[in-house]
């Protein structure tokens, strides 16, 4: 079966008019190439070569050093809070972890299940310490970064914790003498007991 031509040539004929437009939208009829005809708004920029290259206006400054950038906000009793944008005081998982206390019933049934698993699979990695608290489990897991990588992608399949547990997380690693260590959240959807 033959593909009529003319839906063809007029897309390939809209593309093209569409990035010449891109391309000549704001340049200044008067400059030379490589110039653009205004200094506001994001807008394509011709080189030498007749090829586009977008720029952009210039975003807020952050401070340097010591100095902080900081920016009102408002509140809703009317107010404004200051904002220090170089700091950033959000508490990491492990600090919200140990917050939590332990529901000694259930926690004790998962920590078993989980281990159970955990040798099920074989993964080639040591399960260096697990605690449950109220709805999460802290798993402390150490081996080579390789076997460390195809361990959690068995232990999040169903036989793992895939249908076991409802989310997973997975913290920064660390390396202590060759050995790859990372610790991974099991996280539950339920009620303390």
């Not at 897309?11 to 653009?36: C, E, H, K, Q, Y």
């Not at 920029?45 to 100095?67: F, H, N, Q, V």
């Not at 700091?87 to 281990?115: L, N, Y």
Request: proline share 6%; hydrophobic share 40%.
């Amino acid at each position: 079966m033959a593909v009529p031509r003319a839906p063809v040539v007029v897309g390939i004929v809209v593309i093209a008019g569409g990035i010449a437009w891109f391309a000549l939208r704001d340049r200044n009829p008067g400059a030379g190439s490589g110039t653009r005809g205004d200094s506001q708004g994001s807008a394509a920029l011709t080189t030498g070569s007749g090829k586009a290259a977008i720029s952009a206006p210039a975003g807020p400054r952050l401070g340097s050093g010591s100095e902080a950038f900081t920016e009102g906000l408002p509140l809703p009793d009317g107010g404004t809070a200051t904002v220090d944008a170089l700091t950033i005081d959000a508490p990491s998982h492990r600090d919200v972890f140990v917050t939590q206390t332990r529901d000694p019933g259930w926690a004790t049934r998962t920590e078993s299940e989980i281990k159970k698993r955990f040798r099920a699979l074989s993964l080639g990695v040591t399960l260096d310490a697990l605690e449950c608290r109220a709805n999460q489990c802290e798993l402390t897991i150490s081996g080579a970064s390789d076997d460390i990588a195809t361990a959690f992608d068995r232990l999040e399949s169903k036989q793992g914790l895939g249908e076991f547990a409802d989310k997973l997380l997975l913290s920064g690693p660390e390396q202590r003498d060759g050995t790859m260590i990372v610790r991974a959240y099991a996280m539950f959807e339920r009620s303390p007991e």
